[in-house]
Structure formats: structure tokens, C-alpha cells
């Protein structure tokens, strides 16, 4: 495939979230919310910062419950990537995101780091939740991996769950670190997708070193540490006795 179509196909994945974007804002919005919201996206290019800063107070943080028929759609368009649960500011943040224009990529990576730099919570979480979607994938593994050391619990979950983004791009390091960081705050783990797929075997070996010190302590241990590792070990020898 060539640049060129590659970039066209990109750009009708694009094309298609924002309509979906714009379907279940206006579907969830007053008419004037949903009015507020055409007059952003129609002046983004004056307007991006102030928008994007000022939604709650124009739109609110309502929570978003998907028909199945939208969720089905999402997974169409982007595996893994769903929004069920989001506030609308949340969602009109990522849909704002998603008119940026991305074919200077200095630009387009200036803007976003910008908006990293001088985000608040919930912009933060805002920004990683829409990590799978931004252009230039690969340029954001170092966001994420720094968002992983965030003690924030908010940013934390934008990253971890249900996002695929870690999944696809970060390396091994990273990746492991994000998983322990899940189990060592008790987030929802079952969420982390692409979490057995890439098990390997310096976070297996850490797992277990983690299980053992709990029971040790008597403490309570999460029983897909044992799932992941049996089933880590499983494919170990599978692949060792069919090479």
C-alpha cells in the first residue's frame, strides 16, 4: 500500500468517527449544547484552546450511556476503542481533537504537546483517552508511558482501560509497568485490552513474584494473576513442543 492510500484510508476511519462523534453529542445534547458545539467546531482554527478548555462549563459532564447498535459502530471503525461512560465534554473534546488538521505533522504534534503541557484532570484524561486516534501514533508512547506514572486515578483509568492504544504501540517496558501499576491500585484489569496477548516473560516472572509476596502476607490476590500466568505458561510449552 502506498503512502497516499494509506493516508486516504485514515482519513475515511477519521471521517467516519466524526460522524459518529457528532451523532451521539447531538443525539445527548439540548439544542443549544448541540448548537454551542457546531459554532466550536466550525471556528476551530480561532477557537481550538478556548474550546476545548471552556467545554464542561458550556455542555456539562453528563455521563453517556451507547446504544448497542453506536458501540457496535465504534469496534467497527476502531477495535477496542469504545467511549460508554464518558462525560460529554469528554467526548466533544476527543471529536474536537479529531478536527485538527494533521498534515503538517510538526504542527500537529506542537498543538497537541502544547495541550499536554498546560492540561488540567480532565483534559488530561481528554488527551489519552484519544490517544488511539491521533495521527503519528508512535510520536505518543513517551505521553503514555509518562502517564503511567501519574498518581492520578482519573488519568490512570483514560490509559489503561479500554483504551488500545498501550496495546499497539508501547514497548515491552512500559507496557509491563502498566499492568503492574493496575494491579498495584486496583484498577478494573479485566479492562487492559490486549492484556494476555502480551504477556511475556519478565512480567510473568513479576507477577508471580508479586502473588507470592501477597499470599505470603496473607493478602488477597487477584485471581487473573493466576489466569494469566497458567495460561502464559501454557502457550510457553505449546510453542516449544510445535515450533
Known sequence: ?????????????????????????????????????????????????????????????????????????????????????????????????????ATDQQVYIRQIEQLFRVAEMNELVALYSALPLLAYPETWRMRCAEGIRSNISDVLRAII????????QLEEGPWNQLVLKAFFVALPVEQIIGLQERMNARLADTLSD????????????????????VTFHKEKENKQHNP
Request: proline share 3%.
Open 210 to 229: 508479586y502473588r507470592d509476596e501477597r499470599r505470603s502476607a496473607g493478602r488477597e490476590v487477584h485471581p487473573l494473576i493466576d489466569q494469566l500466568l
Open 1 to 101: 500500500m502506498s503512502w497516499l492510500q494509506h493516508e486516504s484510508l485514515n482519513q475515511s476511519k477519521n471521517n467516519k468517527l466524526i460522524a459518529l462523534f457528532d451523532e451521539v453529542l447531538s443525539r445527548h445534547l439540548d439544542q443549544g449544547q448541540w448548537a454551542w458545539v457546531r459554532a466550536q467546531i466550525d471556528q476551530y482554527r480561532t477557537r481550538f484552546s478556548i474550546s476545548f478548555a471552556t467545554a464542561p462549563l458550556k455542555i456539562g459532564k453528563k455521563i453517556v450511556e451507547l446504544t448497542d447498535n453506536e458501540q457496535n459502530i465504534f469496534q467497527f471503525i476502531h477495535q477496542g476503542f469504545h467511549i460508554n461512560g464518558w462525560s460529554m465534554s469528554r467526548i466533544f473534546r476527543v471529536r474536537l481533537l479529531l478536527q485538527l488538521n
Open 161 to 168: 482501560c479500554n483504551n488500545p492504544y498501550p496495546a499497539d
